[in-house]
């Protein structure tokens, strides 16, 4: 691998073949596979990784909201997308290009029927979605009644499957509620398969619930973050590779003296004679202001360089004084080896929010 001569997300598209193949093998043969790639396939590039997932053959994309599923319908994704939280005002978007959404209330429910009918749809596919714990979104186990009732009185919808979300799947200390959780909505699938009359399709783990809750994969998993390169313990991390390396470079070298200050509101002041390094990148670029005043850091060389002062726009400052290096030289803020998870704990935050936050000005590059 060249060394990155500018601020670049690297994704590694092998990485991402390894996770898939990886969490498909805890699956049985005939489980389907659905992968989240909402939020730029969690801040890496969702039609590079929806194309390359579609190849290896995964059964079904889902995205947060139906912009993010016309980028991909745009990009040439033909199989099924589930929009996981539509607003009513995305419903005509939906069906003209093709989403599937999830119904999660009462009012969302009549208005894309009434939408739906309008269109003269014939059994557009839609997945409800039930709260089981998590109280978030999603109908109650009481509200099956009043559903089924709806879906019979229209032949515009059919619900291809209902589905609901685990709160704490990644938490051994919850075993017990996620149990409860995985036993009501066997309660609730029942009682609606009885009702309607046939088997829309079940599913309600997430990346842990597949590799904690083997018992709990019905017909469907919905994976993200495992695609992307992190488990929920040790053991699964080194199962997993991440697939996003984030590098940049020293653009430039200061040597200051004691008592001189480093960067806006003079947050850091040298101690003693100290080198600093500029880095092209900011909290523009998801290096947010939390990461500054010594928490974050990134790897200049093999070492730890702690962020000082606080985080610009563009730019942040590193301490360098006991690091070989020059300008040009290679920055790691994360890859395989110094991943995500570790930089994210240093703030007390999860791989999932500084994954998701690599905003777009950030150039993409892919290793295929
Ligand atoms: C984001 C999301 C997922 C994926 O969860 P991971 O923990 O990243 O695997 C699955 N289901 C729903 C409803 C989600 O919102």
Redesign the pocket.
């Known amino acids: 691998m060249s060394k990155a001569k500018e601020t670049v997300l690297e994704i590694d598209l092998r990485a991402l073949t390894h996770n898939f193949n990886y969490l498909k093998s805890k699956l049985k043969p005939k489980t389907k596979f659905?992968a989240?790639v909402?939020a730029f396939a969690?801040g890496s590039d969702s039609v590079a990784v929806a194309k390359h997932l579609e190849n290896l053959e995964a059964d079904y994309f889902?995205v947060?909201y139906a912009n993010e599923g016309v980028v991909l319908r745009d990009a040439g994704i033909t199989k099924p997308i589930l929009v996981?939280?539509p607003l009513p005002t995305s419903f005509k978007t939906i069906i003209d290009r093709c989403l599937e959404p999830?119904l999660y209330n009462t009012k969302v429910l009549n208005e894309f029927i009434e939408i739906a009918e309008t269109q003269s749809q014939k059994n557009y596919p839609v997945h409800i979605?039930f709260n089981t714990g998590l109280n978030r979104l999603g109908f109650q186990e009481n509200d099956v009644d009043a559903i089924v009732s709806k879906l019979k009185a229209t032949s515009a919808i059919k619900a291809k499957s209902i589905?609901s979300?685990l709160a704490a799947?990644?938490d051994k200390n919850e075993v017990n509620f996620t149990e409860n959780q995985i036993n009501s909505f066997k309660t609730i699938a029942s009682n609606f398969e009885n009702k309607i009359g046939y088997k829309p399709w079940l599913h309600i783990c997430?990346?842990?619930?597949?590799l904690n809750y083997l018992e709990a994969h019905f017909d469907m998993v919905?994976?993200?973050?495992?695609?992307?390169g992190f488990g929920n313990s040790a053991t699964e991390n080194s199962n997993l590779q991440p697939i996003a390396s984030l590098k940049s470079v020293i653009s430039q070298i200061h040597n200051i003296k004691e008592k001189e200050s480093v960067g806006y509101n003079r947050a850091y002041i040298a101690k003693d004679l100290e080198k600093t390094a500029t880095i092209p990148i900011g909290h523009a670029d998801g290096i947010g202001r939390i990461y500054g005043k010594g928490k974050g850091y990134v790897i200049i060389n093999g070492k730890k360089a702690p962020i000082i002062g606080n985080v610009c726009m563009d730019m942040i400052m590193v301490n360098i004084t006991r690091i070989d290096c020059k300008e040009g030289d290679e920055v790691i803020i994360f890859d395989s080896t110094y991943n995500a998870s570790g930089l994210a704990q240093s703030a007390n935050t999860i791989s999932?929010e500084i994954l998701t936050a690599i905003s777009q000005r950030v150039p993409r590059k892919f290793l295929r």
Do not use: D, M, Q
Request: with cysteine; glycine share 12%.
């Open positions: 659905l989240v909402k969690y889902a947060a996981l939280h999830s979605k589905f979300h799947s990644e997430n990346t842990s619930g597949v919905r994976c993200g973050i495992g695609l992307y999932y």
